[in-house]
Every structure is written in C-alpha cells, then in structure tokens.
C-alpha cells in the first residue's frame, strides 16, 4: 500500500525547516507579493529564501512546491509569469497555479515542470480534471474543501489524476477561488491580491469585557469575554438574522480529518495537506510532528496516534467538515 | 490516544518539564529586569543608562539576525506597545529607519499594542508557541494597527531568537553576569529534579513553594519590584 504524502505549510524559512525536521514529504510556499493566496506583511519568500529552501529540503529528499495561486490582474500579467518562471529556474519540484492563461504559459515554457492544479480552481468534477490534465498536463488537484469523501472516491473512480485534500488548519467553506465576501468589506481580493481579510483592514476592539473584531466598516463578531475567537473572516462572522444572532456560514473551527484516514486512503487520495503558511514555526513543528506520527502509525497498520491539538485550533473547535457533512 | 509520555514534538515529558520551570526561571527574571529598569528610570541620569543598555540590547540582536532587523528597519514609521501584563512597566517598540526599544507606562499611546503575561510574550518572541493559538485562547490582546503588528510577528517568527543569549552578548555588567545566572538556575533546576525524587511528600511541597518564588510567581516577590 502507497503511503500518503504529507504537504506542509512554510510562511518563511525558519517556517520551512520546521516542516522538514518535523516530517513533511513536501513544503508548499509562495513569492513575497500578490501572485499567491497568503500575501500577507512580513510573511512568504524571496527568490533567495526559496533556493536556500530547496537546498535545505533537497537535501533531506524533501520536495518544495510554489503556490502561484492568484488570478492575474487584467493588463498585468507579467508577476504571475516571472513566478512561474523563477520557480522553474530555481528548481521547484512543482507550481500549484489556478488560472488558465497561467496553466498554459507554465506548459508551453517550462513542459518538465510538474503542475499541479491550486484548490483556488474550485476543481469539483471530474470533467473539469480531466480539462486540466489534457490541455495543461496537470498532474494532480487539489481538491476544494466542499465534498464528502463518497464524492471524493466517486471523483477518483473517474480520473488517473492525483488528488491531494486538506485534512488540517483553516476552513474555506465557500466556492474557493470565486468568493467575494472580503472583496465587498475591504476592496481588496482574496484570488487577486492574495488577500482574505488584509491586516490592514482589522480591528480588534474591546467592548465591555467583550472583544469587537471589525473588517473594513463591519463589526462581525463579538465574542464574550473568555469564549474563544477566531480569524476576522466575514464566512465564520456572527450576523443577527430572524432576531437573534448567530453563524449563518460556518463556525469559528478548524479542520481535522485525522479519523478519516481510512476512509480517504480508501477513496484513492494521494496526499494530504495542512492548511497555514499564515501559521508560526509552532505550529508547524506541533500539528506536521503529530501528522507524521499518525500517518506513520497508519502506513504500519498501527493505531493511529491522536495527539491533542485543540490548543492550535481556531474558536477552540475541529470539525471533519464537508467530507461527513454531520450537518446533514 | 493521547501519548501520556511524549509532547507532540517528540520531545519526552521530563524534557518538558525540565524546560517549562526554564522558561519560567527566565520570565522571573525578565520581570526583575523590566522592575530594575523602571526604577532606573526615575532620574535623567537613570533614564540615560536605561537608554544605553536597550541601545545595546537591540545592537546585539541585530548583529544576530540582520535579516529580520532590516525588515523592520523598511516598515513605514510607527510604535507598538508591548504590555507583559504582570511585570512592572511595559516596552515601546519603534520600527522604521530610527529602530529602537525604550520602557514605558502601559498606557502610553501607539499605532498597536500586544498584551499578554510576561511569559506567553518571550514564548512568542522566541518562537516556541503560536501567536494565532494564543489569540484564539483569548491569552493574547491586539489593540490598534493589525497590520503592524501581522508584520512584526511574521517577521520574528522567521528567525531563531534567544533573547538571553542576545543579552549575554551586549558588552558591559549584565551582559557578563546573564550567563552565568542563566547556568546557575539550570544547576538549581537539576539539583532540585533530584531531590523532589528522594523527597517525602511535606518536604517536596515546600521545595515547590521555593521553585515558585524563584520564578517569580508568588505575589510580589520578583515582578513587583
């Protein structure tokens, strides 16, 4: 039996040793401006950091993979094209790119450059994939956060490409690549500028004991005193509706799909990723460590360890999400 | 399961134990230190020597991560307030071309301000614990410029930071005198692992007490100097 691979998350160099040392089979990062999902102050890589990087996972057969995952801005093609570029010419073991025009230019230029096809894509069927593979040789997709893991095994009964689900972090209830909530509180977009809730567009305030977290002109949550709090995105935001107040998308709560390991290695899944290069080397080294335990114990036909992260989870909840949809 | 023995970094229980009465030995003493500074601070000439030994402080700092300090030496001009909540005076932080930390009173106006207990900050400074984990817990207040304060934490998170090693690297009294107070609290550390071993029950709680008064953690005693 093929084991899982494990994708791990790097928002800077220290980042990436971490995931190394801790057990990743891959590290996925992006350039230090808008052409990925996580372009937020202080974080992500120069071109520097990334050859340092793949020399340091190279060198432990550790495999770095570019996420290049925004839209090109219309007229101003040219960041997104010298990424990809970079990325090819420095060694990367793979670009996860989401645009079309993207696709083609990385195929055409770079044709020994393994693609894999970004969960900014919204790839939810397997038509789609398929699209992806023939005109752009796409080599594996990762899959949004909506399906169940029957649709997920349904998926790879009908295509050779690979799949890699996320099974930890951070929950994107929403059609990825296509939502616009932030977009409508900040003027700034998650799949242009790389941007879901920009910094510079928060407040937290206290009020009464209370904490107020503010996105643009909008209070959207107010969490009691002691209950805990979660990111300031309008999807996990508290909206008063039919006269009382509550989460009509989803809950402040972080993905943990450990259980399922059975179940996903069963639907033909190929690797599995943990959501966070906004996440601190912490984090890193605690959830890719007990990952790389479980998946071990797993691969060995041992009980899979299920050491405690509730202290890493956002809103102090984990939920298996959308591959069991509990809701229904 | 839950692994009894074992943290989810491999690393074993004692070991852990071991490096959590460190870390609270060497809040203890960043308490005393932040408590002797604020008192320094009464007077011009106090003041003066305040400003030298924070001067060197972040001069050893940056001689050991220039990346990190050339960062915040590009952010656009602005103060963060960093409040250890149960120490005596708190810190301002000015990034932009003139980089520098001076004492200050807790509510002295910034563009941004973290609070947390002295501890969980040099866990976050240093690296070892996450800053969202600490947010979401409710342990750690945002107050201000988000975006400022995104930057700075990214921007440390990328580096391997060891304030005490960065003060014993400062020229002068205290740069000679950490390391060697530094040693000697990991040698009274291990002494007492030893002891609490052999020790009856009585007895034990007492040396508990004593390791507790020794970080700091008994009402007054270190951090409210």
């Known amino acids: ?328 | 399961m839950n692994d009894p023995t074992f943290t989810t970094d491999g690393r074993s229980m004692d070991g852990q134990v071991a490096e959590d009465r460190l870390r609270r030995i060497e809040a203890g003493m960043t308490r005393l230190g932040l408590g002797l500074a604020h008192r320094l601070g009464g007077n011009r000439l106090g003041r003066e020597a305040e400003g030298v030994l924070f001067d060197r402080l972040m001069r050893s700092l940056a001689e050991r991560h220039p990346r990190a300090f050339a960062a915040l030496a590009e952010l656009p001009e602005a103060r963060l307030l960093i409040d250890p909540q149960d120490a005596p005076a708190a810190l301002m932080l000015r990034v932009g071309p003139s980089l520098s930390l001076r004492l200050c009173e807790r509510n002295e106006p910034a563009e941004a301000a973290v609070r947390s207990p002295c501890a969980r900050l040099l866990d976050l400074f240093e690296g070892r614990i996450d800053g969202d984990a600490l947010f979401f817990r409710r342990e750690l207040v945002i107050e201000g410029d988000t975006a400022l304060i995104l930057a700075l934490r990214n921007t440390l998170d990328g580096e391997e930071i060891d304030l005490f090693a960065a003060a014993a690297g400062m020229a002068g009294p205290l740069g000679r005198a950490l390391p060697p107070a530094r040693r000697a609290a990991g040698r009274l550390l291990g002494l007492m692992d030893g002891v609490h071993r052999a020790l009856p029950e009585p007895l034990e709680r007492g040396l508990a007490a004593l390791e507790r008064r020794l970080s700091g953690r008994l009402s007054g005693r270190l951090g409210g100097a």
């Open chain 1, 1 to 328: 039996m093929d084991s899982f691979e494990l994708i791990c998350p790097a928002g800077n160099p220290a980042a990436l040793r971490a995931a190394v040392d801790s057990g990743a089979d891959a590290v996925y990062l992006g350039f230090r401006d808008a052409t990925n999902a996580r372009n937020f102050p202080g974080l992500n890589f120069s071109r520097d950091d990334l050859a340092a990087g793949l020399a340091y996972a190279h060198a432990r057969k550790v495999e770095v993979y570019v996420a290049i995952n925004t839209y090109p801005q219309a007229g101003n093609p040219e960041p997104w094209r010298r990424a990809v570029d970079d990325a090819a010419r420095l060694g990367a073991d793979a670009v996860i790119l989401a645009d079309l025009g993207l696709l083609d230019h990385a195929a055409r230029h770079h044709p020994e450059l393994r693609l894999h096809l970004s969960v900014q894509a919204s790839a939810a069927n397997a038509e789609a994939i398929r699209l992806y593979r023939d005109a752009f040789g796409v080599r594996r997709v990762v899959l949004p956060r909506v399906l169940t893991v029957p649709e997920i095994a349904r998926l790879n009964a009908e295509t050779d490409v690979e799949t890699e689900v996320f099974v930890f972090g951070g929950l994107c209830p929403m059609a990825e690549g296509r939502c616009s909530l932030s977009s409508y509180a900040t003027g700034l977009s998650p799949n242009k500028q790389g941007v879901c809730s920009p910094a510079s567009h928060v407040r937290y305030e206290p009020r009464d004991g209370a904490l107020a977290s503010r996105l643009g002109d909008f209070t959207i949550n107010l969490f009691a005193e002691g209950e805990p709090a979660g990111y300031p995105t309008l999807c996990k935001g508290r909206f008063v509706a039919g006269g009382g107040a509550g989460y009509l998308f989803e809950e402040p709560t972080s993905l943990n799909a450990m259980e399922l390991l059975p179940d996903l290695k069963k639907a033909g899944v190929r690797a599995l990723k943990i959501e966070g290069r906004q996440r601190s080397k912490a984090y890193i080294a605690a959830v890719v460590g007990a990952y790389r335990a479980a998946l071990d114990a797993f691969a060995a036909g041992r009980p899979v360890p299920r050491p405690d992260l509730d202290a890493m989870v956002e809103g102090g909840a984990q939920t298996t999400g959308a591959y069991t949809r509990a809701w229904r």
